[in-house]
């Protein structure tokens, strides 16, 4: 009953306003000035901003979930060792059954630190520490890494962290929904915050473009597919245009994910989890009658120790354009530069 109560609050704040939205109207204006008051203390100081001596950059959105921020912060993670750079990521660790610190190891487990950390470690290799209060996270990182710059992984309204980079990530789909904060829409902010990031991404071609700030496209492009109980055996997507697969997924946008399984063909039947769905081997016992079942990347690492011969996951990657990287860069230049004299 939960479930079907968020999944229909979430379907109503990217479709016309109904008297569900209406009824919310009054607690999302009073969301709303509590976070513009809540920014404007931090910005001018009233509460002590937190300044580490590393520079942060925030990958964060403006909305609740599924705009492609963990490929995102995987691909841009990547940039940075390629340049040279040693980076670290702390998160939240949304999901979990725990808020206290924890640095996130090979043997870590999702309930534990999270679902995208877990991710985020396997996929770069990095130090990954989880936190309610990122703050303390970036401290542990401070004392125990030899990191000389640090991604969080959100964090875009977490105000007490200092930051030398803000990068807001838009989804070039289904953008702002009906422009509401929550919870009558799925904005964690005012639009007009945008005014403030240093950058922002649209993750695919936006219907329109904000020019509040430097604007580059990411395009996710799928990968393979990958078999989670034999992590040897692949194929392709098109390997199965035709077929009946049961797709299941418990991530922010979950349409995307199965919109993309049919733009190549595949007849796909839909089981929809919330994001971060901590799964147990029953909502895998699907009636396959040897059917693929084929769930994404972030829920796979949640899937592995009770995987099946007929469970896959779709491995996707982040391109981000060389502008980006060149951008990010040159602000990470213009800090250290500044900071050595």
Not at 64 to 85: D, E, F, M, N
């Amino acid at each position: 009953m939960k479930d079907k109560i968020c999944n229909s609050l979430i379907r109503s704040w990217y479709q016309k306003p109904s008297w569900i939205t209406y009824l919310l109207l009054p607690l999302s204006k009073l969301f709303e000035m509590v976070v513009k008051i809540r920014y404007w203390v931090y910005l001018n100081r009233w509460l002590k901003v937190y300044e580490s001596n590393i520079p942060i950059i925030i990958v964060g959105n403006m909305t609740v979930g599924g705009t492609g921020k963990t490929p995102c912060v995987i691909s841009l993670t990547q940039h940075l060792i390629t340049l040279g750079y040693k980076p670290a990521i702390v998160s939240r660790g949304y999901g979990r059954k725990k808020s206290n610190l924890m640095e996130v190891k090979a043997h870590s487990l999702a309930e534990e630190v999270g679902d995208e950390p877990l991710l985020l470690y396997h996929a770069t290799g990095c130090p990954v520490v989880v936190a309610a209060d990122r703050v303390s996270a970036v401290r542990y990182l401070e004392e125990s890494s030899d990191c000389n710059v640090i991604i969080s992984d959100d964090g875009l309204q977490h105000y007490r962290m200092g930051r030398v980079i803000e990068i807001a990530i838009i989804d070039g789909q289904r953008e702002f929904g009906n422009g509401y904060c929550l919870p009558a829409g799925p904005l964690r902010e005012p639009l007009p915050r945008l005014k403030e990031v240093d950058c922002i991404i649209y993750n695919g071609r936006p219907k329109k473009r904000f020019n509040h700030a430097p604007a580059f496209e990411m395009k996710i492009e799928p990968q393979q597919l990958i078999n989670l109980l034999n992590p040897q055996q692949t194929m392709t997507l098109e390997q199965l245009a035709g077929e009946r697969v049961l797709a299941v997924s418990g991530i922010g946008n979950p349409e995307r994910f199965y919109l993309l399984l049919k733009y190549f063909g595949i007849k796909v039947e839909e089981y929809t989890f919330p994001d971060h769905h901590l799964y147990s081997p029953s909502d895998l016992d699907l009636p396959t009658a040897g059917d693929k079942v084929i769930i994404t990347e972030k829920d796979a690492i949640k899937c592995q120790s009770f995987a099946h011969a007929n469970l896959w996951y779709l491995k996707i990657k982040a391109n981000l354009s060389p502008q980006l990287i060149t951008f990010v860069e040159s602000r990470l230049r213009e800090y250290l530069t500044a900071t050595q004299h």
